[in-house]
């Protein structure tokens, strides 16, 4: 009974239920390379299972010969069918090249982290400069002056980040207005920030590069500090404390 069967349509159910079982029937889902993979091996199983001898291969290749020779039916609809696979199948093939290698114009998928968690050294420092009051004007002072130096082409003169090349830069300088970034931040972290630049982010914060300098490489300790404190006082924020 099996065996009146014709061999083409046996191992098309073979392919195709295979599929069905890796594609459907297994938790959790393959990925589609290993499905891929999996439906490759199994039509080369099949193609040596029905190459073995020479009337089974026969009867496998030869209603696929007829077919296109145009000897298994006529009229309209098995041109049609013809057509449908010759064209269909170079279409198909020709339009997955085409979307593997079609440069794609949009943004990583990956997720940045604005504001990681600092290193461990840097975590619970103080501001010096905050246990001086008698001083606290002059370092004010200090810290315009910091700012107006290097940070200003970049952060802004109103603190916006809307600084004069600041259009250049992806990712944009932080606004220091907006509350979501120093005034919500901790001093200590802030210091971080201003002394390792983009260079400092961790890996969770790429893949994007910042532009923001290392400014550890430029400017003193006190300075770094006094430019803190002078964005704090000109925002009108305070740091975050954990009190
Ligand atoms: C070349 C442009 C540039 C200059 C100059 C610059 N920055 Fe930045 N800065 C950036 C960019 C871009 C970012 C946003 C990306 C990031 O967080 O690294 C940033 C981020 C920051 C942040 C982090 C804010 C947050 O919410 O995490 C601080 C603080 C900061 N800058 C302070 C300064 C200070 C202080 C100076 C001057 C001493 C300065 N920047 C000079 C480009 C610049």
Redesign the pocket.
Known sequence: MLRRIPILTKVTAVVIGVYILIRFVIHPPLPFSLVLMYMTLTVIGVLVYVSIYDDVWRDFVTPIAEFFRGATGKGLVWSAARGVVLVGIPFLVGYGFYQKVMPSLDPPAEQRV??PAPPFEVTGLNNPLRHQPDKYQDYLRLGAK??FQ??V???GDRFDGE?E?AHG?N????N?MDP???AQ?QESF?FW??ST??PG?PAESKPWN????R?QER?SETE?WA??MF?YEQTGSKPRTWH
């Open positions: 604005v504001h910091v700012y290097n940070c082409f970049c952060h600084g090349f830069f990712l944009p300088p932080a220091f979501g970034t120093i931040l802030v920030r201003v630049g983009g982010l910042s532009a923001m300098p400014w400017l770094r430019v803190i964005l």
